[in-house]
């Protein structure tokens, strides 16, 4: 349960001053949240200073300056949508002029009366020579200039929010924030110099310049610290619990791995044996394994998957491999049947498309044990599902299924091992932030003979020579994948749709041009598919336009060239993937990035990274740096935290540490018991990783 001393922090944030039911929404838009805590956990991203304070003839226009002004005559607006003029002096007697386009008369005579000094502070516009303030921020009396000039923190705002709202609230929440029990080690804490956490928040609140926003200073390094040895603490507990419960011992005997390998058409990479090294040694061992395959686009994970699930059945167990797909889930089923041929493995498919009896059969069979390894979606975890006796779950494209998918499919068995795969790979702070539960291989070699896809950038415009030279490879017997963002054409974005575009090259190119999108019902993508692959049929396509549902999974070796329209709407990640549809068979292979001009700045360093390189890990490193940890991973669908203060370019050393520091703790004290304990557990739910401590209770 919450500790009590955290309960005013998860209130509404109606609980502070200045919001109410009606601005809430607005505070949640720009917090991210309509709590307290999510006010609190809002940093400024600049400083407004308000202590220059020039003589008005030398102020310069569109900086914010503070004057003691002596107000000489109120002049009204004559007609509407005129406004309101005051005429004012500085003790040099420079002339300067404050402006209102709303608000009463009334009110601006009774707040700036004639003849009286007023501090003023603004933004300065000079317009005809004449020095002009706009509606100024602050008009005090004389004995009040002291709360003028300072540095005001600037919050996120969005529309119909005051400035000054968030930085009203955040301050009386901050004033008003709980002394909780210390959670860093005392060795951290010496080393980095760093206040406790409620004085760090309360100087990330008050900057006073703008080295005071930058994420390296101490005070946003604590907060990022926290953050993520909160992360790496839920983590810590997680694999600890894991690794205590009992696994099973999974040896192969080479009977069916043997005949695999010798029947494949080309030789495993030292990469590859080295990650089944790995995966064979966590399966015999006596723990569960939980080991998370990173593999860059056609380095071969399917046949490790292959290999590890035969030992699985060598062992006397079953297997499943889920794919977030049914596109993909058949594709494996057919890659997997054909390679495990030799073996004489026995395969089973169940997505959420196979009609009744033939899903009874499916499910009976694998109950009798019948079925030694299963392949399909989601639909494998779900109620019904029985099998004779799982022992190990392979999970292709982890990032797109949740964390409790994959413990309701490992649920499916007794101490089954767990491998998970991505052909997405992730940058080596995201995965100890994201995965530290993992065991971590990597396969960053090709397979021999691969050659290096060659890619070009070019300008929307030059699209007639783009499809002069599709005409030409289509002549040649070659395939061509044509990419674009949408399927229908969207007010809001001037993106040709796929089906537009797929209707324009059949004029130009003749009927051989396929379409296929996340739209159509399953049956028509695999007849889309298939028309693609094929070679000699007469209904074959040799173009074929699609959206992203071919970033993962679809494998057809004659295609060696992909162009993908509107690139630079795409992210690295995405970029990246779409490429590594071609290059799969032994002819050069070729990649179009097509641009709609201008481009922004992030959008052509990453059609530069795009052409500067073809390994995944580099690539990975800079859509991390580029788009930043929230993003990286491409889906928000995983359920993985939000950072708020951690960046996981900048804050790499501090990773390091706090998986460090959490490891030692759960070794001190596994079940978070005692006042240290209770230090740890009230962290865990400031962070919101409540789960975890849910996780610890339940055993």
Known sequence: MRPEALFPLFAEATSLPGIGPRVLKLVERAARGNRVIDVINTLPISVVDRRYAPPAVIAPAGRIVTFALTILEHQPAERPRQPHRVRCADPDGTGVTLVFFHGREADWRRLMPEGEVRIVSGKVERYGGEVQMPHPDHIVPP???AEVETVEAVYPG????????LRKAAKFAVSRLPELPEWIDRGVLAREGWADWRGALATAH????????????????????DELFANQLAIALVRNRQRRAAGRHLAGSGRLTRPIEAGLPFRLTQDQRQVLSEIAGDMAGPLRMLRLLQGDVGSGKTVVALIAMAIAVEAGAQAALMAPTDVLARQHMETLARLGAPAGLRFGLLTGRERAKARRDVLAALEAGEIDILVGTHALFQEGVAFRDLGLAVIDEQHRFGVHQRLQLSSKGRGVDTLVMTATPIPRTLALTTY????????????????????????????????DAVRRTIDEGHKVYWVCPLVDVSEKADLSAASARAEDLVDQLGPRVGLIHGKMKGADKDAAIARFRARDADDRTDVLVATTVIEVGV???DATVIIIEHAERFGLAQLHQLRGRVGRGDDQASCLLLYAAPLGEIARKRLEVMRATEDGFVIAEEDLKLRGAGDALGTKQSGEPEMRFADLDLHADLIETAQAQARLEIERTPELDGPRGQALRTLLYLFERDQAVRYLRSG
């Open 555 to 557: 494998d057809v070796p």
């Open 143 to 145: 004995e009040k200039r």
């Open 206 to 225: 008050a900057p006073t310049d703008a080295d005071d926003l930058s994420p390296l200073h101490p005070a946003r390094r604590r907060l990022a610290y």
């Open 436 to 467: 530290g539960d993992m065991d971590v291989s990597r396969i960053r070699q090709k397979p021999a003979g691969r050659k290096p896809i060659q890619t070009r950038v070019l300008p929307m415009d030059r699209m007639d020579q783009v499809i």
């Open 158 to 165: 969005t529309d119909g929010l005051s400035p000054k709202l």
